[in-house]
């Protein structure tokens, strides 16, 4: 028997205002437990909230940048349930009448291209945190309600993913969105991009969805990847048993690698949604959505194919370098100083990456100036260093904050490209090698990479390439 799965994402994005949703009260991360309260978010009687303008334009600008139809006409509504770090008993959110909707997020897996479409997209308030810790509380449960109220946007797929693998880059591209558009850090281990999944099974050809289940509690990509193999496992194990899968909520534990249970799953009219009254209906005008359109960054796929057409770059070289807007600003950085953009893109993906990593840095705390990368790399492209002799050159400027050209001066790492220099050096080697010698001239010509190591390590790596190699095939064929 074959199943196919199905899967549907919600992936909550806290969205980077000032305040929160409703009320004035910081929506900055952390802080002592408590302190970014305020009577609104404490659900006092007599207080009203007040929409976040800001918060709205985010949400638009994600919608426009997902293809969305934006609502002229939304309207919030009070969702039900009750629960320690909800003050009022209710959350405000968007049900019948959401901000954004019908929209679509490419995505590509093995070379194949696929567009998940988007149900809506709506806004909403946070909950606070409860605190279930043995160690800090006993047991009893503690409540932090400064992450009450900040605000969301939830991006609602339609069941259009088949695959982990395609749930993966769905989330990779949501997230390359919401920081291409500065309305999210992207950051889950902090919460700021959260994702529950509904998963279901079903044979393959079936035209029916099988009964779902939400898996939630996924602080990472890799922990969505893994959960959704789990349950798809789940599923299948069940159904080819005998046994009927039960619609419920299932919390994800990365440890132990299993989906536990936690409820029998929800349905809307659990909830009790009705309009808000104490919020008017939000609308929203046409020359304010042609504003915020007017004010979106290149997104990450036209970034990539203007770097292909302007630049020259291979696709690989582009989609690695766009697939962070910071990193592809960066880049640009450099290639305004450097006309060579290869060499740019090659030393990016390699040399700075590289350090990224080691560091454990992002590249605004990357600590070399792109004009001083794009000084480095000239020397190279002019032959006054060879790329051997950069890379040690890049080391010392990574530790002392130096110039490219600093350094050579003090270092004495000039190239040398004066033939009347190289080939007495080149006269010694073939003297000292006959062997070698011989066997070049009997047509095995890579030896000649012989002869070009032992130079290069006699000019400790400052001789030219491109002049040790001509003047040694003249010497060798003369």
Not at 163 to 187: F, H, M, R, W
Not at 207 to 231: C, D, H, P, Q, W
Not at 273 to 298: N, Q, R
Request: aromatic share 8%; charged share 25%.
């Amino acid at each position: 028997m074959t199943f196919e799965a199905v899967i549907g994402l919600e992936v909550h994005a806290q969205l980077l205002t000032e305040s929160k949703i409703f009320s004035a009260s910081s929506a900055t991360f952390g802080g002592e437990a408590n302190s970014k309260t305020d009577p609104v978010i404490l659900g006092l009687p007599g207080v009203l909230p007040v929409l976040n303008r800001r918060a709205v334009e985010f949400a638009i600008r994600m919608g426009l940048a997902t293809n969305c139809t934006i609502a002229k006409y939304s309207q919030f509504a009070r969702k039900h349930y009750f629960y320690p770090d909800l003050p009022k008993g209710y959350q405000i959110s968007q049900y019948e009448f959401p901000i954004c909707s019908a929209g679509f997020v490419p995505i590509e897996v093995d070379g194949v291209k696929k567009n998940i479409r988007l149900n809506r997209i709506h806004l909403e308030e946070d909950a606070g945190k409860s605190i279930h810790d043995p160690a800090l509380a006993g047991h009893d449960t503690l409540v932090d309600l400064n992450r009450s109220g900040v605000p969301l946007i939830e991006i609602v797929t339609e069941p259009d993913i088949q695959s982990p693998e395609e749930a993966y880059a769905y989330l990779t591209a949501i997230k390359q969105l919401v920081t291409y558009l500065e309305i999210c850090d992207g950051n889950m281990e902090e919460g700021s991009l959260r994702c529950d999944a509904n998963v279901s099974i079903r044979r393959k050809g079936d035209k029916n969805l099988g009964v779902k289940t939400e898996v939630k509690n996924m602080n990472s990509f890799r922990n969505v990847e893994r959960a959704l193999i789990y349950e798809i496992n789940r599923q299948i194990q069940i159904v080819e048993s005998g046994g009927t899968i039960v619609q419920e909520t299932l919390l994800w534990d990365a440890n132990a690698n299993v989906a536990r249970s936690m409820r029998s799953k929800e349905e809307a009219h659990d909830y009790r949604y009705f309009p808000d009254p104490d919020l008017t209906p939000l609308i929203v005008s046409d020359e304010w959505i042609a504003d915020i359109k007017a004010g979106l960054p290149e997104l990450p796929n036209a970034k990539k194919q203007r770097f292909v057409n302007d630049y020259g770059l291979p696709e690989y070289d582009a989609a690695l370098i766009a697939d962070s807007k910071s990193l592809a600003d960066f880049y640009e950085a450099i290639v305004a100083d450097c006309p060579d953009y290869k060499l740019a893109s090659n030393w990016v993906m390699t040399e700075i990456i590289r350090v990224l990593n080691e560091q454990k840095i992002s590249i605004e705390n990357y600590p070399i100036p792109a004009k001083n990368i794009a000084e480095l790399l000239n020397l190279i492209q002019n032959d006054s260093i060879s790329l051997k002799i950069a890379k040690t050159v890049y080391e010392f400027m990574l530790e002392s904050g130096k110039t490219a050209p600093a350094i050579i001066d003090e270092k004495g790492l000039s190239q040398i490209s004066d033939s009347s220099k190289i080939e007495p050096i080149i006269d010694e080697i073939i003297e000292k090698n006959p062997k070698q010698v011989e066997e070049y001239r009997g047509g095995k010509d890579k030896v000649i990479g012989f002869f070009v190591g032992l130079v290069m390590k006699e000019t400790r790596g400052k001789a030219n390439p491109a002049v040790v190699n001509q003047l040694l095939k003249e010497k060798l064929n003369g």
